[in-house]
């Protein structure tokens, strides 16, 4: 998602104090999770959503269907859709504004939310749900969305990044791919090839665009580059493997076109390129008008590496209907709801992640596909970076970058530049 439009934190936490001082998040402690005590068709809940896919919605609505048939007090379930770009501004915005909603998507702006105290604690009422199963949750995609052994909000989207491949593009070009062990120095030769023979993309970094470097996560530890310390309070933008993985981009965009450089769209979903890197959930997006793969991130020299992007779903503690939210939310996510949700957003049940489980609700992608992208890769993958205060580190941290994207730029000072930007909010 872009970033370098966010709020931060203080605005966060200060929209937070106004809205939702005098409400109460007392009600999920409670043992009925059928009804609550309110008047029929007197609860209307909210969540706001980033997809505008017609097929995901429609899922969702069919889901909030069936709850509301079984739940007289509600009188309608709305999931509001918001700009992908722009989400995290337009939440911050509504919550600041007194017109939270009931329930959200959340990406990184977690983190703030979780310690701006924004969001209903769930662990409790999802445990006490019948038929829940909360052990089924992997700890390692609950991490993120918790505090403690708190969660926060359910990880519903547990989503690796892999290579799509448009093995037409690569057929007209005369290029396959190796049988294993396929590095980005291969899809850079490969991708300029293509670019030559056919004038399309060679390989592009989806929602990149030159803006939102965060993206780049998906590219850096094949270096074993990370951008900042374990404990978030170091830089480490200019470490020499830092410095390593972004000559490889420079180089792709600015000396073997193997990458469309600034101001160049080729959206590989249209056809426009021949390799895309983007999360396994944007395979819906695969309209069957050219034939393709889906594979895991190439090989850096620091050898093998996956990368997880993760969606969670929580409860609003401003929220005038606290306990009926969290009633639909442990309904949207019980074992069947989250089977159905898994053919879009690769799930946190370790029951379901299997690459059969998958495909089952999946057409896209075959299971032998999704057992190689998603169940092998969850376990060992990093998450994009993430931090407290994303408004200003993203901004800063753009500044500071955008003197990359030029030919003759020098990548060591650079990235000597993106440190001294970011480091005193590191620090804080």
Same mark, same amino acid.
């Not at 609505?61 to 709305?78: F, K, L, M, Q, V």
């Given at each position: 998602?872009?970033?370098?439009?966010?709020?931060?934190?203080?605005?966060?936490?200060?929209?937070?104090?106004?809205?939702?001082?005098?409400?109460?998040?007392?009600?999920?402690?409670? =043992?009925?999770?059928?009804?609550?005590?309110? %008047?029929?068709?007197?609860?209307? @809940?909210?969540?706001?959503?980033?997809?505008?896919?017609?097929?995901?919605?429609?899922?969702?609505?069919?889901? %909030?269907?069936?709850?509301?048939?079984?739940?007289?007090?509600?009188?309608?379930?709305?999931?509001?859709?918001?700009?992908?770009?722009?989400?995290?501004?337009?939440?911050?915005?509504?919550?600041?504004?007194?017109?939270?909603?009931?329930?959200?998507?959340?990406?990184?702006?977690?983190? $703030?939310?979780?310690?701006?105290?924004?969001?209903?604690? &769930?662990?409790?009422? &999802?445990?006490?749900?019948?038929?829940?199963?909360?052990? =089924?949750?992997?700890?390692?995609?609950? #991490?993120?969305?918790?505090?403690?052994?708190?969660?926060?909000?359910?990880?519903?989207?547990? /989503?690796?990044?892999?290579?799509?491949?448009?093995?037409?593009? @690569?057929?007209?070009?005369?290029?396959?791919?190796?049988?294993?062990?396929?590095?980005?120095?291969?899809?850079?030769?490969?991708?300029?090839?293509?670019?030559?023979?056919?004038?399309?993309?060679?390989?592009?970094?989806? =929602?990149?665009?030159? #803006?939102?470097?965060?993206?780049?996560?998906?590219?850096?530890?094949?270096?074993?580059? #990370?951008?900042?310390?374990?404990?978030?309070?170091?830089?480490?933008?200019?470490?020499?493997?830092?410095?390593?993985?972004?000559?490889?981009?420079?180089? #792709?965009?600015?000396?073997?076109?193997?990458?469309?450089?600034?101001?160049?769209?080729?959206?590989?979903?249209?056809?426009?390129?021949?390799?895309?890197?983007?999360?396994?959930?944007?395979?819906?997006?695969?309209?069957? /008008?050219?034939?393709? !793969?889906?594979v895991p991130l190439p090989e850096g020299p620091a050898g093998e590496y996956s990368v997880?992007?993760? %969606?969670?779903?929580?409860? &609003?503690?401003?929220? !005038?209907?606290?306990?009926?939210?969290?009633?639909?939310?442990?309904?949207?996510?019980?074992?069947?709801?989250?089977?159905?949700?898994?053919?879009?957003?690769?799930?946190?049940?370790?029951? @379901?992640?299997?690459?059969?489980?998958l495909a089952a609700n999946n057409p896209k992608l075959t299971a032998e596909q999704l057992?190689?992208?998603?169940?092998?890769?969850?376990?060992?993958?990093?998450?994009?970076?993430?931090?407290?205060?994303?408004?200003?580190?993203?901004?800063?941290?753009?500044? %500071?970058?955008?003197?990359?994207?030029?030919?003759?730029? $020098?990548?060591?000072?650079?990235?000597?530049?993106?440190?001294?930007?970011?480091?005193?909010?590191?620090?804080?």
């Amino acid at each position: 998602m872009t970033t370098a439009t966010r709020l931060g934190a203080a605005m966060l936490a200060a929209a937070i104090g106004l809205t939702a001082a005098g409400c109460s998040a007392d009600s999920t402690g409670s =043992d009925d999770t059928s009804s609550t005590p309110a %008047a029929a068709g007197s609860v209307d @809940l909210r969540m706001t959503v980033w997809t505008s896919n017609e097929d995901q919605l429609a899922l969702f609505d069919s889901i %909030a269907e069936s709850y509301r048939a079984e739940h007289p007090e509600i009188g309608s379930i709305t999931f509001e859709s918001l700009p992908f770009a722009d989400y995290n501004t337009t939440l911050t915005t509504q919550i600041a504004g007194g017109n939270a909603p009931d329930l959200a998507w959340m990406g990184d702006l977690s983190e $703030d939310l979780i310690s701006s105290d924004a969001l209903v604690p &769930l662990t409790e009422k &999802l445990q006490d749900t019948e038929g829940w199963n909360y052990d =089924d949750l992997l700890d390692s995609v609950t #991490a993120e969305f918790s505090d403690g052994d708190e969660l926060y909000a359910y990880p519903f989207s547990n /989503s690796p990044f892999a290579l799509y491949v448009n093995t037409d593009l @690569l057929a007209q070009a005369g290029q396959t791919l190796p049988a294993d062990g396929l590095t980005w120095e291969d899809v850079s030769t490969i991708g300029a090839a293509v670019n030559a023979a056919t004038g399309k993309g060679g390989f592009v970094l989806r =929602d990149f665009d030159y #803006a939102s470097w965060n993206v780049l996560g998906t590219v850096w530890p094949g270096w074993g580059a #990370a951008a900042w310390s374990e404990d978030g309070t170091e830089c480490t933008f200019d470490s020499p493997e830092m410095t390593e993985a972004f000559r490889f981009l420079h180089d #792709a965009a600015f000396v073997d076109g193997s990458m469309p450089g600034p101001g160049t769209t080729a959206d590989f979903f249209a056809g426009d390129s021949a390799f895309t890197v983007a999360q396994v959930s944007r395979a819906s997006l695969l309209d069957g /008008s050219f034939a393709y !793969d889906v594979v895991p991130l190439p090989e850096g020299p620091a050898g093998e590496y996956s990368v997880i992007g993760q %969606a969670g779903v929580g409860v &609003l503690s401003s929220s !005038d209907h606290v306990e009926e939210a969290t009633d639909f939310l442990a309904y949207l996510t019980n074992p069947e709801n989250a089977a159905l949700l898994a053919q879009y957003f690769p799930p946190p049940r370790e029951s @379901l992640l299997t690459g059969e489980a998958l495909a089952a609700n999946n057409p896209k992608l075959t299971a032998e596909q999704l057992q190689t992208v998603v169940v092998d890769r969850i376990p060992d993958a990093v998450t994009l970076p993430n931090h407290a205060n994303p408004a200003e580190i993203a901004q800063k941290g753009k500044t %500071a970058l955008d003197a990359m994207w030029t030919a003759d730029a $020098d990548v060591e000072a650079v990235l000597g530049s993106v440190c001294d930007a970011i480091q005193p909010l590191l620090s804080r």
